[in-house]
Structure formats: C-alpha cells, structure tokens
C-alpha cells in the first residue's frame, strides 16, 4: 500500500467557479448563526422542554446540549483546515468511509434541508401575515401557504443574486433578531428582580443549569429537541469556498457560531422561565397551549399594553419572521453549494455544476432546491398540517446521521496524526470521537421515541409518523444512488474523490491507492 498526493492544495473556490474571497470570518459567523433560527428556535422549543418534564431545569438541558454540538463543531473546524471544499459532509464522508456512504451523507444532508424549507417556509407566511395583522389569514393554510411560498422563491432569488447580497441581508436580519431577543431578556429579568411580573415569576437559581434528578424518559423526551435546537450552525462551513480565509475562517466561524447561540439560549431561556414559571395555565412554560411559541405568549405580559410593549409585541413577530427568513436563506445557500461540489465530483450529473458567470453562484442548483422545496411545501400541506407537521419533526433523524457521520470521519481521515500532539489527540480524536458517538445514540433514542404511535401528529401501520418518514426520507437515497450511477462511474469506483486520510507529518487530505 502506498500513499499519493491527492490534492497538494486542497480543491479551490476557482475550481467550481464560486466567488473567492467574498466572505469575512465574521459574515460566516453571522451566517452560521442566522442559519439556526435563535429566535423561532428558542420559541418553539422551551415549552417542549418544560413539558418533557424537566420543569425549571429546562435550562440545563440547553447547556448540556451544547457540550456534543461544540464537539461536532470541532471536527468541522479540523476537517475543513484539511480540505475546504463546500460539499462539506459529503466531501469528507467520501474520503473517510467511500463513495457509496459519501453520497449517501450528501443526500442526508439534502433531504434534511428540504423538510426543514417546508417549516420555514410556513413560518414565513404565517408570521408575515400576522405582522400586517391578518390574524384570521394567519390561520389560513392556503393563505399561509401563498405567502410562505412567494417568500420562498425571493430567497431563492436572492441566493442566486449573489453570496454578497445574500450575506448583507443576513446581517440585517440576525440583527434584528438579536436585538429583539436582548431587549425582551433584560425587560422580563428586571421585572422579576423588581417584584413586578406577577406570582408566577421566581428569581433564576443556580440549580436551574443541573440536569440532576431527572427521570430516564424526561432525559431523552427533552434532549432531542435541545439538541436539534443548535442546527444549522455548519452553514458556515458550506460557504468556505467563498471565504476570505477558506482552511482556517470557517471553522472558527462554525465554533464561534455554537458560542453565541448557547449564550444566546442559555440567557433568554433563563429570563423566560424566571418571568413565566413552569405552570401549565396561563402564560406558563408548561401550558401546552403556548408550546408552538413561547415568545408570542410572552410578549404583552413582559412588555405591557401601553405603547412601548404594543411596538414589541410587534417586533417580537418581526423578530421571528426575520428568524425563518434568515434561516431560509441559509438553508438554500449551503444545499446548493453541496449539490454543486457533488456535481464537480462527479456524483451528480454535470449540469448541477453550474455557476452563473457574472454572479459566481450555483444556477441549477439552487434553482432546483427552490422548485423542489416548493412542490414539497405544497404536497406535505395539501396532505394535512399533521403530515406538515411530522416531517419537520422528522429533520431531527437526518440530523443525527449528519453530524454523527462528519464527526466520525474526522477521526478516521486524522487518525495517523491523531499521536502528534496532545491538541491532535483531543481535538481531532477523543472530542469528535464523543461527539460522533453521541449523535450516533441520539439517532437511536430518537428512531424508538419516535416510533411510538403518540409521540407525534400521525401514524401510519401503528408506527409514529416522524420516524416512517424520517426513516424512508433516508432510505430513498439508495434508489436515488442506483439511478445515478451509471453516468458517475468515475466517482462510484473511486477515482474522482478517493479515499483518503491525513498523514502524521501533513495538513492535507491524501488519497489510499494501492
């Protein structure tokens, strides 16, 4: 067995023909932050945490969730210090493990972000209407549907406009975002430090960020979605091509990116369980009637109803209208830019290649997530908002092999240098090694919580919605794989990607040939 040089430097943003250089460190932490949703995250996932039944604690299980996600985020950083290449996921799931799984890691990756456009895109509309104060047209899954998909092709439009319009805007909208989020965690503490938010409110205690106690079936119900709350981040990483800095800017971007969303949590989720309290009436955490969006049922009694808290009442749903599209937006940019790596490696058909000339941005690409997404959002709603519903949900299984995937690569492509050092050691072997492992056993957890006939909004043959669909979602990728292989026999047998890992003494990839 020898060892050849498979790529010197590592694959270049010239080489697919996307914009060198676009993107500062600090716009790809913005974009991996926006990517996350923080503010419709953090919304439609507190409640589910106190009613898993982890009560004040739910705090704790926001930190304790961000531990894995640092560790997948590491090896993200270690991987794209090897090889910046924007098929991220698939690119190095290739040279870890083969073609076969490589393309499969891609089509994960995919699918995931189409079923995640299918919710934001609902969001969208739903929070668009709410905004110009059409309460009743909110409720309309065809108005919402409308709305949410004319939002939809602007992003789509916008992302092919160009990464530098695409990065201003989520400027814009992070800022926003984080403003609101800021505003509402100091006005609800300081209210409950004065004595004036009500008899439901109790002063932040340490004990709060312990997940002890805890009942093994609260543990898992509550751990999942804590979790699946941190995705997104890794759109950083996708646009490293792009990047001022490509080996080195994204990864600290990606790693930044998880600092600022556990801070972010951690702080509001704190402020809303100190001013709401965990009951199950009024505007507790626990009421499962303020589940979908605790902000929402939040905002007047934190704000008031005179003037001031009618205008953040309003910006609280700016804030998380800003927080889908943001996150819309940065769902298209990095699938596209995975398809189009899969393309320029041959795993795809050519024309997914394509990158518009004057704009430097995939054309069929991004065009085809759009118009895919768009008759996906039309099906799952026209089906029933359960199935809507349910898909979504469903994300969190895609998840799972995604980062668990990654994480595990990094320590087989890095396993010749992982004796080097002591940072090697740990940052490219124990720590993404746990990582790996825990998203691996969360993906279990998940698939047999999921399966139970009432952990979601539908059954199909006695078994829960999410994980069918979450499951065949995965599963339909093997046809997929069968249909394209015959035109991308170079890739399949090796020879366009190979296999590959890095040796003791270097900092690129290097390719396994006999």
């Known amino acids: 067995m020898t060892e050849v040089v498979a790529h010197a430097v590592p694959p270049s943003a010239t080489s697919k023909g996307l914009r060198p250089g676009a993107l500062s460190m ?3 932490v913005v974009i991996g932050t926006a990517s996350t949703a923080p503010a419709y995250s953090i919304a ?3 409640g589910l945490l106190v009613i898993a039944g982890t009560g004040f604690q739910a705090a704790s299980f926001v930190l304790f969730a961000f531990v894995p996600v ?5 090896a993200f950083r270690e991987l794209n210090s090897a090889e910046p290449d924007c098929g991220t996921n698939f690119t190095w799931a290739t040279r870890a493990f083969g073609s076969k799984v490589g393309w499969m890691s891609g089509w994960v990756v995919t699918i995931a972000q189409l079923l995640a456009m299918t919710s934001q895109s609902a969001i969208s509309g739903k929070y668009t209407l709410l905004l110009l104060g059409a309460k009743d047209l909110a409720d309309n899954k065809f108005a919402t549907m409308g709305v949410g998909l004319a939002w939809l092709v602007l992003l789509c439009w916008i992302c092919y406009r160009g990464i530098e319009v695409s990065a201003r805007l989520q400027w814009v909208l992070l800022a926003v975002e984080l403003t609101v989020l800021v505003i509402f ?7 409950v430090f004065d004595g004036s938010a009500g008899p439901q409110a109790s002063a932040p205690q340490l004990s709060w960020l312990l997940p002890t106690g805890i009942g093994a079936g609260a543990f898992i119900a509550a751990t999942l979605p804590a979790v699946f709350l941190y995705w997104g981040w890794d759109s950083s990483v996708s646009v490293n091509e792009e990047s001022a800095d490509p080996r080195r800017g994204p990864g600290k971007a990606a790693v930044l990116s998880t600092v600022l969303l556990v801070l972010n ?6 402020a809303a369980l100190a001013f709401a309290g965990i009951g199950a009436t009024g505007i507790g955490l626990g009421n499962p009637d303020n589940s979908d969006d605790v902000l929402a049922g939040l905002g007047s009694a934190v704000f008031g109803e005179g003037s001031f808290g009618k205008v953040m009442g309003v910006l609280l749903i ?4 800003t927080s889908a599209a943001a996150s819309s937006q940065a769902t298209i940019m990095p699938c596209a830019r995975t398809t189009l790596s899969m393309a320029s490696h041959g795993a795809l058909p050519e024309v997914f290649a394509k990158v518009h000339p004057r704009y430097l941005t995939p054309t069929v690409s991004t065009w085809t997530f759009g118009i895919v997404s768009f008759a996906l959002y039309v099906l799952l709603s026209l089906l029933s908002d ?4 349910d898909s979504v949900s469903a994300v969190g299984l895609t998840i799972g092999v995604e980062y668990a995937m990654t994480a595990l690569a990094c ?3 890095f396993r010749k240098t992982l004796l080097g050092s002591v940072r090697n050691f740990f940052m490219r072997g124990v720590f993404p090694l746990v990582g790996g492992l825990f998203f691996a056993l969360v993906l279990v957890l998940a698939v047999i919580y999921y399966a139970q006939p009432d952990s979601g909004e539908t059954t199909i043959f006695g078994i829960g919605g999410v994980a069918v669909i979450g499951v065949l979602a995965i599963v339909i990728g093997v046809p997929l794989m069968a249909i394209v292989y015959r035109g991308c026999r170079d890739f399949f047998a090796g020879r366009s990607l190979p296999r590959g890992s890095v040796l003791a003494d270097g900092d690129s990839i290097v390719a396994n040939r006999v």
Do not use: C, E, G, Q
Request: net charge neutral; glycine share 0%; charged share 5%.
């Open 26 to 28: 600090v716009s790809s």
């Open 44 to 46: 439609a996932t507190l």
């Open 70 to 74: 640092m560790f997948v985020a590491l």
């Open 185 to 191: 965690s100091v006005v609800a503490l300081y209210r």
């Open 265 to 270: 949590y951690v702080i509001v989720t704190i």
């Open 318 to 321: 700016v804030s998380v209208l």
């Open 386 to 389: 359960d199935v809507l519903s």
């Open 411 to 413: 320590v087989w492509i």
